[in-house]
């Protein structure tokens, strides 16, 4: 059964009807969350014994970073669905995640940045884990840039599937860089291990905010693919009902 639903969604006038039912959806429940998160994490959640009051940044800076990476991920698992099956949804999936992943990724740096300033004494350091995130942002420009090459559609998404099979090496760099390097970065926020000593509201603010981003960044990864995929189909008989 779920084989079945996987090829159907695969179609894109079936891809295109469902995404549109979601959309409402995820954007509401990332609105809700994002609220919810934002009124935690100002008034809610303590003040940090050690930080301060800017620690709260923390509520930005990490579902950002998360999601700079997840975004990546999903977009590698497009790439080598791409690469094996060659369907327009994986294309457009896989295109539609590298804008979204680009501003996470910025997002994340300029509020690490914000957040070193006071607790490093300097907005920048050429610490491993924020070189490798900077590298993240130069491979998704990179890819939005071979993205633009449309002068063969087809030739091009199978180059950007490649290349972004091949970035995919720098995701467990920034994952493990604080394990396999002398670094200022602070470990994991949250550990499945159970080392992460965050009080009990601040790990449900985080979570309500990285939800919130996820939800977000799945609205807008839906949306794009969604109008590209009727550009890419453009001449097909079931865009015809949509344009209309």
Known sequence: MQPQFILRLSSPPVFFQMTGKALPWLIGASLILGAIGLWSALFVTPTDAQQGEVYRVLYVHVPTAWMSMLLYVVASLYAGLHLVFR???????????????????LLALVTGSLWGKPTWGTYWIWDARLTFELLLLFIYLGLI???????????????????????????????????FWNTLHQGASLSMSGGSKMAPIMKATLFVCVLAMWLGCAALAMA??????????????????VLA
Not at 87 to 105: E, F, I, K
Not at 151 to 169: I, M, P, Y
Not at 226 to 238: F, K, N, P
């Open 87 to 105: 369907t327009s949804v994986s294309a457009v999936m896989m295109r539609a995640m590298l804008p979204t992943g680009a501003w996470m990724t």
């Open 145 to 179: 840039a071979v993205a633009s090459l449309i002068d063969d559609e087809r030739k091009t998404d199978q180059l950007l599937s490649v290349f972004t099979l091949v970035g995919l090496v720098n995701i467990p760099l920034i994952y493990f860089s604080v394990v």
């Open 224 to 241: 794009r693919a969604r109008w590209q995929l009727v550009d890419r189909e453009r001449d097909s008989a079931w865009t015809g009902s």
